[in-house]
Structures are given as C-alpha cells and as structure tokens.
C-alpha cells in the first residue's frame, strides 16, 4: 500500500506529485542544500490545492508530505518514493513526524500570531525528516493580515522548506500567494471510486458504500461518515423531509426551528467531547490547587481558552448548516432532473417518493428559485446573518416557489 491509495480519482495529479517526489529524492541524495532548484526540476517550496470539497486536497497534500520524507531502501534500487510502510512514510501519514506539520482550524479563521509560529517553524532545518513540511489545510481561511505573514515566507523560503496549502479555488487564497505557488486541481471523485474505497478501506458493506457516495455524490469525508455513523443517517434522513414540510407558514418556521436546533446539538456534542478535557489539562498546566482555586494571575488565559472554544462551537454549527443546506441543494438538483427528463443519476433515490412528489407538483422554474433561495441562506450565513433569520427567510422561500 503506497502513500498515494487514498487519492481517489485523481490520477494526473498523483502523477504530478509522484514526480515531484523523485526530483525532490534527487535534490537531497546530491546533497544539493542551499542551491537553486535545477531548471526543468518539477520540485518546487510551495504548492497550492484546489478543489471542491470532498475532492481529497489534504489527502494529497498529507500523501505528497510523506512522499518527500521516504527513507525506503528500494528508492535506490529505483523505487519510488512513497513506498507507505517505511518510518518516514508511516509517520507523516498518521501525524507523528517530526518534520511535518499539519495545520487545520476548528475556528472561523486563522489568524496573525498562529502563523507567524508557522513562518518561525518553517525557517528551521529538518530535525529528523528530508524536508521540513508545512500542511495547511484550510489556506482559504487565513485572514487578510495572516496571509500577508505568510507571504513573506513563501517568498524567502528555507532551503529544505516544502508549504502545501489547501483551498477550494484559487480565489479563496490571495493573488500574492498562489502566485508563488504551483498550482494544482482536484476533481470530484467518480462516485464508484469512492464506494470501493469505502468497501476497501473502512470495511463498509458494498450496498450501504454504494449509497453513501451516490449521496454525497463522490464526497469522501462525507461518504465516510454518512456510511458509518447512524447519526449522521439519522440527520440526513430528516433534512430531505423539509421540503415536504413547508407547506404553511408554521411549518416554515417549524422547520428552521428544527434545523437550527440540530446544529446546536452537533455543536454541544463536538463541545462536551473536547472542551472540558481541554479546561482540565490547561488548569492542570496551570498549577490549579485543591477545590478548583486557579493560581493569580491566570485568569487571562483562561478567557483565552473560552474564546477560542466558543468561536469552536460556531464554525461546527455553521459547518452543521452547511451540510444540510447541501443536501438540501441535492435534493432540489434530483427534482430538477426529473423534471427536466435528464438521464443525470439522481443522489437522493433512497427517497424517491418525496422526489416524484415535488417533481410533479411544481415546474422546474419554480425549483430554481428554490435551488438559488438555499444558495442565498448560504450566503447570509458567510455575511453572519442571524442563523435563524437566514433559514426562516429559506423556508419561506421554498413555500414560496
């Protein structure tokens, strides 16, 4: 099993960083530290992937890190680098290498002082590894300030520096940035694709595999998630009974009510599993005494501590809205289709019902504006637009027609 098993569908791009990987083997085996990239080299200290979601860019970018920190024996004999089962590989693969870092936020953004620990990280040389690697895996959430630190970094590079940024298109990163980066495109999995990954990987049941990523139509993460945990079932399942619901007024807002409340339980359950743990270890770090007393002079990092964890709670309550609003955007897509007689396979069969009843009592016109009151919630929820104003404003809409 090499590095590149989980990229799913993406060939040309395994292809790209596959190749990458052997110029960046040569690069170190000459010992060639410090000089310039040979010209024609297809090595270079800055990537950038785009895709949409679901497509695999961390996954690539993750494969790519351990890659490039391959110490497999066969890379003399000819082999590639990538090999999957060496230390560097292994290590890199489940987050434990010393020279790689990866970066992801729980948060709404990633600020300045978070980065510029990253610039500080970057400037060392490798301690055990080949490279010293940075992922970063949410690149489109960079505030603007943080960004502008970051330039300066893929800028100067550290000789033995490799930055792998991931975001969904290239507009979600600055111009200053991606254009110092090479750039790369994911495509949205072929929906078999991910089933057999699902059956081969995760050890999931063919037909439920076959289900979860028609679905999500060629999601991986939500496939994943969507073909083992109940809950998320459970979720899904009364999401696409909204549309059959918002008959009447009360039953718009019933509906919003109901939406929103359940991405406040998955935000509570996301909190209770991670926060008090976290209170605990930084009071203990803290040198908390008997009873509970903090020592002085600790109060500030305590309400750093809660800030960070609130603003946690909101990105998983917006992620939370999210999710069901695409879904909901599947759904609507699915009617469309039928209305419209195309041969497009539908996502939602599981519920076909409840399409064939939309389907036939309405017009494709009046599911468009449907389809772009979903798209417009989604983006009074980007502007910050009271959650439940932002649906309530949907649900009517989609009464509406």
């Known amino acids: 099993m090499t590095v590149w098993d989980d990229l799913v569908g993406q060939d040309r791009v395994q292809e790209q960083l596959g190749a990458a990987a052997r110029d960046a083997d040569a690069l170190v085996t000459a010992h060639t530290d410090g000089a310039p990239v040979p010209p024609g080299s297809r090595m270079t200290h800055a990537w950038l992937f785009t895709g949409p979601p679901g497509s695999g860019r961390s996954t690539a970018a993750r494969a790519f890190a351990a890659a490039l920190q391959c110490t497999s024996p066969d890379r003399a004999l000819g082999g590639v680098p990538g090999c999957g089962f060496c230390d560097g590989c292994h290590t890199a693969l489940i987050g434990t290498h010393a020279d790689v870092e990866v970066v992801r ?199 750093e501590l809660e800030d960070r964890q609130k603003r946690r709670r909101t990105r998983t309550q917006r992620d939370s809205l999210d999710l069901a609003l695409t879904e909901l955007t599947g759904f609507y897509r699915d009617v469309l289709a039928l209305q419209l007689g195309s041969r497009t396979a539908l996502a939602n069969t599981d519920v076909q019902d409840a399409l064939d009843r939309i389907a036939g009592s309405s017009t494709p016109e009046r599911t468009l504006r449907r389809i772009e009151a979903v798209i417009a919630c989604r983006k009074a929820l980007d502007r910050n637009v009271a959650p439940l104003l932002a649906v309530e404003a949907m649900t009517m809409a989609l009464r509406a027609g």
């Open 105 to 303: 936020t729980e948060l709404l953004s990633i600020g300045v002082k978070e980065t510029r620990e990253l610039v500080r990280r970057a400037q060392l040389s490798p301690a055990v590894g080949r490279w010293q690697v940075i992922v970063l895996e949410d690149a489109d959430r960079l505030t603007e300030g943080a960004g502008n630190v970051l330039l300066k970094a893929v800028e100067e590079p550290a000789p033995r520096t490799v930055w792998l940024l991931c975001a969904p298109s290239l507009e979600d990163v600055l111009p200053t940035i991606r254009s110092r980066c090479r750039h790369l495109t994911l495509t949205t999995p072929p929906v078999d694709a991910v089933a057999e990954v699902l059956v081969r990987r995760d050890g999931v049941d063919p037909d439920r595999a076959a289900s979860a990523a028609r679905a999500t139509q060629g999601h991986i993460g939500r496939a994943r998630r969507l073909a083992t945990d109940e809950r998320a079932r459970a979720r899904r399942a009364a999401v696409l009974k909204l549309p059959l619901r918002v008959q009447d007024v009360g039953g718009c807002l019933k509906a919003a009510q109901e939406l929103i409340d359940t991405a406040g339980d998955d935000a509570k359950q996301a909190a209770e599993e991670v926060d008090g743990k976290e209170t605990d270890e930084l009071k203990a770090a803290l040198g908390a005494v008997a009873g509970g007393r903090m020592p002085r002079g600790t109060a500030g990092v305590m309400k």
